[in-house]
T-cell receptor, first 116, second 111 residues
Framework: GAVVSQHPSRVICKSGTSVKIECRSL??????MFWYRQFPKQSLMLMATSNEGSKATYEQGVEKDKFLINHASLTLSTLTVTSAHPEDSSFYIC????????????FGDGTRLSIL | TQLLEQSPQFLSIQEGENLTVYCNSS?????LQWYRQEPGEGPVLLVT?????EVKKLKRLTFQFGDARKDSSLHITAAQPGDTGLYLC???????????FGDGTTLTVKP
């Protein structure tokens, strides 16, 4: 089955630090990748849709200058949380899909971000 | 904006019991997925349904897509502690190129 690798799995850093999270599709080409944020015992909140070779589409209320997304190839998308603050602490999850009708999303294992 | 209402939000049952989780919307979806997520991990795809009225079985799990492709259900027979987790339904929107997720159902199966 389709495998998506997300790295790192956990980050603990000081306030003001910028953190980069990578999302890779290992055995398929992902024309579209999605970035989600998840709070404990809650569902996924879509932050942005990342399309290879074009600018990401951000959901309402998500600051594009705060959460920088780069989708440089068909197998890699990165999310950079710039100048992170404690309120940015959360579980961030990426997913990837082949742009085709009814193709499901395949998720990475998530990144637990803790800002001190 | 498409919305998916998932119920119940929390469910705690004894091992061996049966349960059903519902996913309802006023919108039509091109496909619907069910995922299971354990703490600290990403969601894992259980099934995709695409045809109205479709029923799929995965061991003790039975998934159904409504005739109008607006709702779905997940039925678990003889639940086991290993079924514990967060169950998420997601509706596919071909036009928007993204999925809408339900609020999730946290299932706890006690031994």
């Amino acid at each position: 089955g389709a495998v998506v690798s997300q790295h790192p799995s956990r980050v603990i850093c000081k306030s003001g630090t910028s953190v980069k999270i990578e999302c890779r599709s290992l055995d398929f080409q992902a024309t579209t990748m999605f970035w989600y944020r998840q709070f404990p015992k809650q569902s996924l909140m879509l932050m942005a849709t990342s399309n290879e070779g074009s600018k990401a589409t951000y959901e309402q209320g998500v600051e594009k200058d705060k959460f920088l997304i780069n989708h440089a190839s068909l197998t890699l998308s990165t999310l950079t949380v710039t100048s992170a603050h404690p309120e940015d602490s959360s579980f961030y999850i990426c997913s990837a899909s082949i742009t085709d009708r009814n193709q499901p999303q395949h998720f990475g294992d998530g990144t637990r971000l803790s800002i001190l | 904006t498409q919305l998916l209402e998932q119920s119940p939000q929390f469910l705690s049952i004894q091992e061996g019991e049966n349960l059903t989780v519902y996913c309802n919307s006023s919108s039509v979806f091109s496909s619907l997925q069910w995922y299971r997520q354990e703490p600290g991990e990403g969601p894992v795809l259980l099934v995709t349904v695409v045809t109205g009225g479709e029923v799929k079985k995965l061991k003790r799990l039975t998934f159904q897509f409504g005739d109008a492709r607006k709702d779905s259900s997940l039925h678990i027979t003889a639940a086991q502690p290993g079924d514990t987790g967060l169950y998420l339904c997601a509706g596919g929107d071909t036009n928007a190129g993204k999925s809408t997720f339900g609020d999730g159902t946290t299932l706890t199966v006690k031994p």
